[in-house]
């Protein structure tokens, strides 16, 4: 559900430039200003899931979602959307630790396989946002699926509310951060893949829907572009979670983050929209069996009761990298268009890519049968 009110978001960005007057550069600001929140907040707050408070962090992520779509709902001007999109990554980056670190521990021997079903909820959570704006926004305007997805998001809180949690009982020697963890190379470099991910990501949200409508193209044939885009994650993610823990998660990672950054660079040069709508299928077969790796490397390379703390640290790395990704190419599309674009995310893949790995090298044979111990 929290995925969801994202997905809306980034269907309607261009109806904000076209109803409201936001330029590209603004859009990209507040697609950018909710990646900055969830980078605080994952950072400042999410470590206290380890410190026993795990299921009130994630009730407090979804009650500050909420709020923020319905800012989003009623906004018209650009600091009501920024506020708004403030709240909501305030809230996803309240709630997603204490998540993660629910379901790594629920099944510790069975990482990959968690996560990569974690990753297959929240892309189907994605996924079904523009469903649902394609759906209502033509009957009942711009603010309908924010409504719909946030009275969702009510109901299944008085379920969430009843999940048993796990709370770690003896978290008094934690650190109130978990920056520390980055003295690991390992973790380090696991944290800069994820963040060459959230690169592709921040990119890919920012400028899909305005590429497509500059390209002329039908707004329900944009979101069903999305759906196709989803379907493949939503299936094969709990497959790459194993192949991750199998083959290793560096591994893998490293290779699905290259063919990554080639498919962003050819978005920027294919000669239309069926044809980015042809990548992006292919694209999300990739990323479908590689991108729960960098979750999975942290994991490995965590010790049990700083779960959340670590998965923190690469939440945070990542939402920072996809906001500031967001505004940057957000910038560059209004000013040199689609190819300089797309091609700078591109470039910043490969170099944090070749950054990751190198600090890594040390933990490139990791895999779930060799998993370091820790004290």
Do not use: C
């Not at 892309?123 to 523009?130: E, R, S």
């Not at 770690?168 to 800069?192: E, I, K, W």
């Not at 640290?313 to 957000?330: E, F, H, I, K, R």
């Amino acid at each position: 559900m929290l995925a969801t009110g994202y997905g809306v978001i980034f269907t309607v960005l261009d109806d904000y430039r076209d109803l409201y007057g936001i330029g590209e550069t603004a859009l990209g600001g507040i697609v950018g200003i909710g990646f900055f929140s969830a980078f605080v907040a994952q950072i400042l707050i999410g470590p206290l899931a380890d410190r026993g408070f795990a299921r009130r962090l994630m009730l407090i992520g979804v009650a500050l979602n909420v709020l923020g779509l319905v800012a989003m709902a009623f906004g018209t001007t650009l600091l009501t959307l920024l506020i708004g999109r403030f709240v909501m990554g305030l809230g996803i980056g309240t709630a997603l630790p204490a998540i993660r670190r629910i379901v790594i521990l629920g099944d510790p021997e069975n990482v990959g396989l968690s996560l990569g079903r974690l990753l297959s909820a929240d892309v189907a959570g994605f996924a079904t946002g523009p469903a649902i704006s394609a759906f209502l926004v033509p009957a009942f305007g711009l603010a309908s699926p924010f409504l719909v997805v946030a009275g969702l998001t009510l109901a299944w809180t008085a379920f969430i509310g009843k999940v048993d949690v796990e709370e770690s009982q003896d978290a008094t020697t934690q650190a109130t951060l978990a920056l520390d963890l980055l003295r690991n190379p390992a973790f380090a470099g696991a944290v800069m893949l994820g963040t060459a991910l959230f690169v592709m990501i921040g990119a890919f949200d920012a400028l899909w829907a305005v590429v497509l409508s500059d390209l002329n193209t039908r707004d329900w044939i944009a979101n069903v572009g999305i759906t196709f885009f989803a379907m493949p994650l939503i299936f094969l993610g709990p497959t790459g979670g194993r192949l991750a823990e199998r083959i290793g998660p560096f591994k893998v990672a490293v290779v699905g983050l290259l063919l990554g950054a080639a498919f962003m660079a050819s978005y920027g040069l294919v000669p239309g929209s069926a044809a980015m709508l042809a990548v992006a299928v292919i694209h999300a077969l990739s990323d479908g069996l590689t991108v729960a790796s960098s979750g999975v490397a942290v994991a490995m390379t965590t010790p049990e009761d700083r779960q959340a703390g670590g998965q923190g640290v690469l939440g945070g790395a990542q939402t920072l990298a996809a906001g500031v990704t967001a505004v940057l190419v957000g910038a560059i599309y209004e000013t040199s268009g689609r190819a300089w674009a797309y091609g700078a995310a591109a470039i910043l893949m490969v170099i944090l890519v070749a950054g990751g790995a190198w600090l890594a090298r040390s933990a490139w044979q990791l895999t779930a049968k060799n998993r370091p111990q820790f004290d």
